[in-house]
Nanobody, 126 residues
Framework: LRLVESGGGLVQPGGSLRLSCTAS????????IGWFRQAPGKEREGVSCVSPSGGTKDYADSVKDRFYIDRDDAHNTIYLEMNKLKPEDSGVYYC????????????????????WGQGTQVTVSS
């Protein structure tokens, strides 16, 4: 069972990136997915989550109306579209998965997630 994040990189302020989280060894369709990030010297922060059904999504206030989470269950992949990026968005981004009821996801409950990826670095700098 494995989650792999990709799509990170260096981008200028105001730019965009799309992160991908792809699963192997299990089907993401039954799992809630959370995106978390951690900057050096800071605590891990819940960025966004989506329920197994896709009907429930949650975003941190700091990323609302800039970040969007989407499921592509046909490709066993979850995306995090990040727009209007700011330097404070920099950090290592992790996706996590957990089998939960169809309409549930937890953005802040990192301890609820069973499977984690290795992370992808996002750096927003001019």
């Amino acid at each position: 069972l494995r989650l792999v994040e990709s799509g990170g990189g260096l981008v200028q302020p105001g730019g965009s990136l799309r992160l991908s989280c792809t699963a192997s060894g299990f089907t993401l369709g039954y799992s809630a997915i959370g995106w978390f990030r951690q900057a050096p010297g800071k605590e891990r922060e819940g960025v966004s989550c989506v329920s197994p059904s896709g009907g429930t999504k949650d975003y941190a206030d700091s990323v609302k109306d800039r970040f969007y989470i989407d499921r592509d269950d046909a490709h066993n992949t979850i995306y995090l579209e990040m727009n209007k990026l700011k330097p404070e968005d920099s950090g290592v981004y992790y996706c996590a998965a957990d089998a939960v009821p169809d309409h549930y996801c937890s953005r802040t409950g990192a301890g609820e997630y069973e499977h984690w990826g290795q992370g992808t670095q996002v750096t927003v700098s001019s």
